[in-house]
């Protein structure tokens, strides 16, 4: 964010020192490639991919598809994998909450640690973004 409001802050003064159509694009350009161009590396659509991580109870695996427009997540389903109690009770606390954390965010700028007190199920979650995103390429 400081980055952006650097650039954004400097565009103005470049743009009224440079009255030319040189310094006009190269002010929206910087406000607003940097948003467009990580996004824009990821073809639209919706992907599926499993990803595993180590629980107490040896490894689990969780679903996720994701549901991608511009490079940002616009919806997020999460398919539980429990191999037993414990690991349904965290993976549906898990499921529960991740919407409100990966909607409307920058497939690139997503890096899940904890949701909803369901802090290993994230590991799984971030190995199939990894997936998703190679796919999505």
Known sequence: MSLAGTVAGCAPSTADSTP????????PAAGSSALAGSGGNYKDGTYNADGNY??????ETVGVQLTLAAGKVTDVQITEHPSNPNTRKFQ???AGGIAAQVVGRNIDELNVSKVSGSSLTSG??????????????
């Open 124 to 137: 799984g979650f971030n190995q199939a973004l990894e997936k998703i995103k190679a796919e999505a390429h």
């Open 54 to 59: 180590v629980s107490p109870n040896g490894t």
């Open 20 to 27: 030319g159509t040189a310094a006009a694009p190269g002010a």
């Open 92 to 94: 549906g606390q898990f």
